[in-house]
Nanobody, 125 residues
């Protein structure tokens, strides 16, 4: 498994932007598809975005489509989530996950797989 560490979360005003990062350990980062998920208090964890091993295919939840962009830099073993036009409903703890090479859907990422500890994003109105 790969070890994942998220960063970049903070308090931001509605309409603002943030970029989250997820750094992976190990030399096999480009063997994994990567995903971002989020969980708000009292709610289930939900899929946000996924990217395949090369960065050539991406997938987004409808709620973030057009506002969020997932990308990766395999040379830096890092996946990013650029979040624009943030809304209070985007407030959640954001997690990155590693999955099978080509999988970019929510079900590609197993709860028992590699997950980070999360980074908190709070959007004030």
């Amino acid at each position: 498994q790969v070890q994942l560490v998220e960063s970049g979360g903070r308090l931001v005003q509605a309409g603002g932007s943030l970029r989250l990062s997820c750094a992976a350990s190990g030399r096999t980062f480009n063997s994994y598809a990567m995903g971002w998920f989020r969980q708000a208090p009292g709610k289930e964890r939900e899929f946000v975005a996924g990217i395949n091993w090369s960065g050539g295919s991406t997938n987004y939840a409808d709620s973030v489509k057009g506002r969020f962009t997932i990308s990766r830099d395999n040379a830096k073993n890092t996946v990013y989530l650029r979040m624009n036009s943030l809304r209070p409903e985007d407030t959640a703890r954001y997690y990155c996950a590693a999955g099978p090479k080509y999988g970019i859907s929510a079900t590609s990422f197993s709860p028992g797989g590699s997950w980070g500890q999360g980074t908190q994003v709070t959007v004030s109105s």
